[in-house]
Protein backbone atom coordinates (compact mmCIF):
# COMPACT_ATOMS: atom_id res chain seq x y z
CA UNK A 1 0.00 0.00 0.00
CA UNK A 2 1.13 3.38 -0.71
CA UNK A 3 -0.11 6.98 -2.15
CA UNK A 4 3.07 8.54 -2.84
CA UNK A 5 4.52 6.48 -6.03
CA UNK A 6 0.74 6.96 -7.10
CA UNK A 7 0.82 10.84 -7.03
CA UNK A 8 2.83 13.24 -9.17
CA UNK A 9 4.46 16.03 -7.10
CA UNK A 10 4.02 17.14 -3.16
CA UNK A 11 2.02 19.94 -3.85
CA UNK A 12 -1.45 19.29 -5.60
CA UNK A 13 -4.80 21.11 -5.82
CA UNK A 14 -7.57 21.29 -3.66
CA UNK A 15 -10.44 21.59 -6.15
CA UNK A 16 -13.15 22.55 -3.14
CA UNK A 17 -13.55 25.85 -3.81
CA UNK A 18 -14.54 25.52 -7.16
CA UNK A 19 -17.52 24.28 -6.01
CA UNK A 20 -18.42 27.35 -4.24
CA UNK A 21 -17.29 26.98 -0.91
CA UNK A 22 -17.89 30.45 0.71
CA UNK A 23 -18.22 32.55 -1.61
CA UNK A 24 -19.48 32.10 -5.30
CA UNK A 25 -17.22 32.42 -8.09
CA UNK A 26 -17.94 32.94 -12.14
CA UNK A 27 -16.80 30.36 -14.82
CA UNK A 28 -13.79 32.26 -15.93
CA UNK A 29 -12.54 32.87 -12.25
CA UNK A 30 -12.41 28.93 -11.61
CA UNK A 31 -10.97 28.19 -15.36
CA UNK A 32 -8.04 30.24 -14.55
CA UNK A 33 -7.53 29.39 -11.66
CA UNK A 34 -6.87 25.67 -12.31
CA UNK A 35 -4.75 27.29 -15.78
CA UNK A 36 -3.12 28.84 -12.80
CA UNK A 37 -2.33 25.65 -11.01
CA UNK A 38 -1.21 24.06 -14.37
CA UNK A 39 1.03 27.21 -15.60
CA UNK A 40 3.01 26.87 -11.67
CA UNK A 41 3.59 23.22 -12.27
CA UNK A 42 0.88 21.50 -10.23
CA UNK A 43 0.14 17.91 -11.69
CA UNK A 44 -1.95 16.44 -8.66
CA UNK A 45 -5.85 17.84 -8.38
CA UNK A 46 -8.56 16.40 -6.08
CA UNK A 47 -12.42 16.72 -5.94
CA UNK A 48 -15.42 15.28 -4.89
CA UNK A 49 -19.26 15.47 -5.74
CA UNK A 50 -20.26 16.98 -2.59
CA UNK A 51 -18.32 20.31 -3.24
CA UNK A 52 -21.02 22.35 -4.83
CA UNK A 53 -22.98 19.49 -5.80
CA UNK A 54 -21.01 18.08 -8.87
CA UNK A 55 -20.29 21.72 -9.55
CA UNK A 56 -16.44 21.40 -8.73
CA UNK A 57 -16.14 18.27 -10.38
CA UNK A 58 -17.79 20.11 -13.79
CA UNK A 59 -15.35 22.93 -13.65
CA UNK A 60 -12.61 20.75 -13.16
CA UNK A 61 -12.75 18.52 -16.02
CA UNK A 62 -13.75 21.65 -18.07
CA UNK A 63 -10.53 23.10 -17.44
CA UNK A 64 -8.30 20.00 -17.87
CA UNK A 65 -10.26 19.27 -21.00
CA UNK A 66 -7.29 18.88 -23.96
CA UNK A 67 -4.57 18.17 -21.54
CA UNK A 68 -3.09 14.68 -21.90
CA UNK A 69 -4.36 12.48 -19.03
CA UNK A 70 -0.85 11.03 -18.43
CA UNK A 71 0.42 14.48 -17.38
CA UNK A 72 -1.73 14.94 -14.16
CA UNK A 73 -2.70 12.40 -11.16
CA UNK A 74 -6.90 12.97 -10.57
CA UNK A 75 -8.57 11.94 -7.18
CA UNK A 76 -12.50 11.82 -6.56
CA UNK A 77 -14.56 11.00 -3.73
CA UNK A 78 -17.48 8.42 -2.90
CA UNK A 79 -20.26 8.05 -0.83
CA UNK A 80 -22.44 11.20 -2.04
CA UNK A 81 -24.38 10.64 -5.19
CA UNK A 82 -25.75 13.74 -6.94
CA UNK A 83 -29.13 13.12 -8.19
CA UNK A 84 -30.56 15.02 -11.63
CA UNK A 85 -33.54 16.23 -9.21
CA UNK A 86 -32.85 20.01 -7.68
CA UNK A 87 -34.05 20.78 -4.07
CA UNK A 88 -35.53 24.09 -3.77
CA UNK A 89 -34.89 24.80 -0.36
CA UNK A 90 -32.07 27.07 0.55
CA UNK A 91 -29.11 25.21 1.42
CA UNK A 92 -26.69 26.26 4.49
CA UNK A 93 -23.20 25.33 4.87
CA UNK A 94 -19.97 25.55 2.99
CA UNK A 95 -21.73 24.89 -0.08
CA UNK A 96 -24.43 26.93 -0.08
CA UNK A 97 -23.46 28.65 -3.38
CA UNK A 98 -23.00 25.33 -5.21
CA UNK A 99 -25.61 23.56 -7.27
CA UNK A 100 -29.03 22.77 -6.06
CA UNK A 101 -29.31 19.19 -7.16
CA UNK A 102 -30.18 16.95 -4.51
CA UNK A 103 -27.23 14.90 -2.53
CA UNK A 104 -27.88 11.44 -1.15
CA UNK A 105 -25.35 9.67 0.79
CA UNK A 106 -24.98 6.23 0.33
CA UNK A 107 -21.92 4.04 0.97
CA UNK A 108 -22.83 0.70 -0.97
CA UNK A 109 -21.08 -0.77 -3.61
CA UNK A 110 -23.67 -0.17 -6.14
CA UNK A 111 -23.62 3.27 -4.98
CA UNK A 112 -19.99 3.40 -5.36
CA UNK A 113 -19.93 1.90 -8.78
CA UNK A 114 -22.47 4.94 -10.20
CA UNK A 115 -21.15 7.77 -8.10
CA UNK A 116 -17.26 6.73 -10.20
CA UNK A 117 -19.75 6.72 -13.18
CA UNK A 118 -20.91 9.98 -12.39
CA UNK A 119 -18.12 11.38 -11.85
CA UNK A 120 -15.96 10.07 -14.78
CA UNK A 121 -18.61 11.90 -16.77
CA UNK A 122 -19.07 15.43 -14.90
CA UNK A 123 -15.07 14.93 -15.30
CA UNK A 124 -15.31 14.81 -18.75
CA UNK A 125 -12.27 11.37 -18.41
CA UNK A 126 -11.72 8.00 -18.88
CA UNK A 127 -10.21 7.26 -15.45
CA UNK A 128 -9.99 8.77 -11.92
CA UNK A 129 -6.38 7.62 -10.33
CA UNK A 130 -7.12 7.94 -6.62
CA UNK A 131 -10.76 7.05 -5.53
CA UNK A 132 -11.51 8.11 -1.39
CA UNK A 133 -14.39 7.19 0.30
CA UNK A 134 -15.80 10.38 1.40
CA UNK A 135 -16.56 11.66 5.25
CA UNK A 136 -17.12 8.67 6.56
CA UNK A 137 -17.15 10.06 10.17
CA UNK A 138 -18.47 11.25 13.08
CA UNK A 139 -18.32 15.43 12.02
CA UNK A 140 -20.49 14.43 8.60
CA UNK A 141 -22.58 11.98 10.20
CA UNK A 142 -22.96 12.45 14.46
CA UNK A 143 -24.02 9.09 16.40
CA UNK A 144 -24.75 7.12 12.91
CA UNK A 145 -21.41 7.31 11.38
CA UNK A 146 -20.35 3.78 12.81
CA UNK A 147 -24.02 2.63 10.55
CA UNK A 148 -22.12 4.37 7.59
CA UNK A 149 -19.24 2.78 8.28
CA UNK A 150 -20.05 -0.53 8.47
CA UNK A 151 -21.90 0.07 5.41
CA UNK A 152 -18.76 1.38 3.88
CA UNK A 153 -16.79 -1.31 5.06
CA UNK A 154 -18.97 -3.79 3.46
CA UNK A 155 -19.59 -2.14 0.22
CA UNK A 156 -17.60 1.09 -0.93
CA UNK A 157 -13.96 -0.66 0.58
CA UNK A 158 -14.65 -3.93 -1.33
CA UNK A 159 -15.68 -2.42 -4.31
CA UNK A 160 -12.54 -0.45 -4.76
CA UNK A 161 -10.42 -2.81 -3.43
CA UNK A 162 -11.80 -4.85 -6.04
CA UNK A 163 -11.57 -1.97 -8.67
CA UNK A 164 -8.00 -1.24 -7.61
CA UNK A 165 -7.34 -5.02 -8.06
CA UNK A 166 -8.27 -4.76 -11.73
CA UNK A 167 -6.49 -1.94 -12.31
CA UNK A 168 -8.90 0.37 -12.83
CA UNK A 169 -7.78 2.72 -10.05
CA UNK A 170 -4.70 2.50 -9.00
CA UNK A 171 -5.05 3.44 -5.21
CA UNK A 172 -8.21 3.59 -2.82
CA UNK A 173 -8.34 5.03 0.71
CA UNK A 174 -10.36 7.02 2.91
CA UNK A 175 -11.03 11.41 2.52
CA UNK A 176 -12.15 12.63 6.20
CA UNK A 177 -11.48 14.77 8.78
CA UNK A 178 -11.29 12.94 11.56
CA UNK A 179 -9.03 10.06 13.01
CA UNK A 180 -10.92 7.43 14.33
CA UNK A 181 -12.16 6.29 11.12
CA UNK A 182 -8.80 6.00 9.66
CA UNK A 183 -7.38 3.93 12.99
CA UNK A 184 -10.66 1.44 12.74
CA UNK A 185 -9.84 1.19 8.88
CA UNK A 186 -6.24 0.16 9.42
CA UNK A 187 -7.29 -2.30 11.45
CA UNK A 188 -9.27 -4.04 8.60
CA UNK A 189 -8.47 -7.54 7.51
CA UNK A 190 -10.51 -7.76 4.52
CA UNK A 191 -9.87 -4.76 2.34
CA UNK A 192 -7.33 -2.47 3.60
CA UNK A 193 -7.20 1.29 2.30
CA UNK A 194 -3.31 2.63 0.63
CA UNK A 195 -3.87 6.12 2.58
CA UNK A 196 -5.93 8.84 3.58
CA UNK A 197 -6.67 12.38 2.44
CA UNK A 198 -7.00 13.64 6.43
CA UNK A 199 -8.20 17.21 6.52
CA UNK A 200 -7.32 20.06 9.16
CA UNK A 201 -5.94 17.47 11.34
CA UNK A 202 -2.35 17.79 10.34
CA UNK A 203 -1.98 21.58 10.26
CA UNK A 204 0.46 24.17 12.26
CA UNK A 205 -2.69 24.41 14.57
CA UNK A 206 -4.25 21.03 14.91
CA UNK A 207 -1.89 17.76 14.44
CA UNK A 208 -1.95 16.35 18.33
CA UNK A 209 -4.22 13.41 17.62
CA UNK A 210 -2.42 11.64 14.44
CA UNK A 211 0.71 11.89 16.13
CA UNK A 212 -0.77 10.55 19.05
CA UNK A 213 -3.01 7.75 17.65
CA UNK A 214 -2.51 7.57 13.75
CA UNK A 215 0.63 8.03 12.40
CA UNK A 216 2.07 4.77 13.90
CA UNK A 217 -0.50 2.75 12.87
CA UNK A 218 -0.24 4.14 9.28
CA UNK A 219 3.33 3.45 9.05
CA UNK A 220 3.35 -0.30 10.38
CA UNK A 221 0.63 -1.10 7.25
CA UNK A 222 2.91 1.62 4.77
CA UNK A 223 0.00 3.78 4.23
CA UNK A 224 0.12 7.54 3.33
CA UNK A 225 -1.60 10.92 3.91
CA UNK A 226 -2.36 13.21 1.75
CA UNK A 227 -3.15 16.58 3.95
CA UNK A 228 -6.16 18.70 3.43
CA UNK A 229 -7.13 22.42 4.59
CA UNK A 230 -2.98 22.77 5.53
CA UNK A 231 -4.45 26.53 6.27
CA UNK A 232 -7.27 25.03 8.40
CA UNK A 233 -10.34 26.31 6.58
CA UNK A 234 -7.99 29.60 5.68
CA UNK A 235 -7.90 30.55 9.55
CA UNK A 236 -4.17 30.65 9.37
CA UNK A 237 -3.74 32.89 6.37
CA UNK A 238 -6.18 35.20 7.72
CA UNK A 239 -9.49 34.11 6.74
CA UNK A 240 -12.54 33.46 9.27
CA UNK A 241 -13.46 29.99 9.07
CA UNK A 242 -11.47 26.93 11.22
CA UNK A 243 -13.43 23.38 10.54
CA UNK A 244 -15.83 25.57 7.80
CA UNK A 245 -17.38 27.22 10.61
CA UNK A 246 -16.58 30.62 12.12
CA UNK A 247 -13.13 30.19 13.88
CA UNK A 248 -13.50 30.88 18.22
CA UNK A 249 -12.20 34.04 20.03
CA UNK A 250 -9.52 31.42 21.17
CA UNK A 251 -8.58 30.40 17.83
CA UNK A 252 -8.38 33.34 16.64
CA UNK A 253 -5.38 34.43 19.37
CA UNK A 254 -3.58 31.39 18.37
CA UNK A 255 -3.50 32.41 15.16
CA UNK A 256 -2.63 36.40 15.58
CA UNK A 257 0.58 34.97 18.15
CA UNK A 258 1.85 32.32 15.77
CA UNK A 259 1.57 35.18 12.70
CA UNK A 260 3.60 37.36 15.11
CA UNK A 261 6.14 34.74 15.58
CA UNK A 262 6.75 33.72 12.08
CA UNK A 263 6.75 37.68 11.44
CA UNK A 264 9.95 38.08 13.79
CA UNK A 265 11.64 35.60 11.72
CA UNK A 266 10.34 36.77 8.07
CA UNK A 267 9.06 33.83 8.03
CA UNK A 268 5.58 33.62 5.35
CA UNK A 269 2.94 32.07 7.47
CA UNK A 270 1.71 30.13 3.82
CA UNK A 271 4.99 28.53 3.45
CA UNK A 272 4.79 27.68 7.45
CA UNK A 273 1.70 25.76 6.73
CA UNK A 274 2.58 23.76 3.69
CA UNK A 275 6.76 22.80 4.64
CA UNK A 276 5.29 21.72 8.37
CA UNK A 277 3.17 19.20 6.46
CA UNK A 278 5.38 18.23 4.29
CA UNK A 279 7.89 17.51 6.62
CA UNK A 280 6.30 14.69 8.30
CA UNK A 281 7.64 11.74 6.14
CA UNK A 282 3.86 10.05 5.80
CA UNK A 283 2.97 12.62 4.14
CA UNK A 284 2.48 11.83 0.14
CA UNK A 285 1.15 15.30 -0.72
CA UNK A 286 -0.73 18.57 0.33
CA UNK A 287 -3.73 19.73 -1.16
CA UNK A 288 -4.86 23.49 -0.58
CA UNK A 289 -7.34 25.13 -2.34
CA UNK A 290 -7.81 28.60 -4.10
CA UNK A 291 -10.44 30.28 -6.24
CA UNK A 292 -8.28 32.68 -7.64
CA UNK A 293 -5.16 32.74 -9.75
CA UNK A 294 -3.21 34.85 -7.23
CA UNK A 295 -3.63 32.72 -4.61
CA UNK A 296 -1.93 29.48 -6.37
CA UNK A 297 1.16 31.75 -6.55
CA UNK A 298 1.52 32.35 -3.43
CA UNK A 299 0.76 28.63 -2.46
CA UNK A 300 3.74 27.71 -5.24
CA UNK A 301 5.82 30.64 -3.79
CA UNK A 302 5.59 29.25 -0.37
CA UNK A 303 6.14 25.71 -1.04
CA UNK A 304 9.19 26.86 -2.66
CA UNK A 305 10.67 29.35 0.25
CA UNK A 306 13.65 29.20 2.41
CA UNK A 307 12.02 28.86 6.48
CA UNK A 308 15.03 29.21 9.01
CA UNK A 309 15.53 26.40 11.73
CA UNK A 310 15.43 29.09 13.84
CA UNK A 311 11.36 29.12 13.48
CA UNK A 312 10.96 25.61 13.86
CA UNK A 313 12.89 26.09 17.00
CA UNK A 314 10.91 29.11 18.45
CA UNK A 315 7.46 27.24 17.48
CA UNK A 316 8.45 24.13 19.38
CA UNK A 317 9.54 25.99 22.11
CA UNK A 318 6.39 28.17 22.95
CA UNK A 319 4.19 24.70 22.45
CA UNK A 320 2.72 25.25 19.21
CA UNK A 321 4.53 22.22 17.65
CA UNK A 322 4.49 18.71 19.58
CA UNK A 323 7.66 17.37 20.16
CA UNK A 324 6.23 14.33 18.62
CA UNK A 325 6.03 16.48 15.09
CA UNK A 326 8.72 16.17 12.48
CA UNK A 327 10.34 19.62 11.60
CA UNK A 328 11.57 20.70 8.07
Avoid at 130 to 138: E, G, K, S
Avoid at 254 to 281: D, S
Wanted: charged share 25%; with cysteine; glycine share 8%.
Amino acid sequence: MSLNDKIQGKLGFGAAPLGNMFRAITEEEAAATVQAAWDQGIRYFDTAPVYGAGLSELRLGKALAGIDRNQYTLSTKVGRLISKETDDSARSGPFSHGLSNKIETDYSADATFRSIESSLQRLGTDRIDIVFVHDVAQDAHGDEWVEHFNIARKGAFKALNRLKDEGVIKAWGLGVNRVEPCEIALDLTEAQPDGFLLAGRYTLLDHALPLQRLFEKAKLANAEFVVGGPYSSGVLVGGKHFEYSEASAQMLEKVRLITELAARHHVNIKAAGLQFALANPLVAAVIPGASRPSRIAEDVEAFHATVPDEFWLAMREHGFISPAAPLP
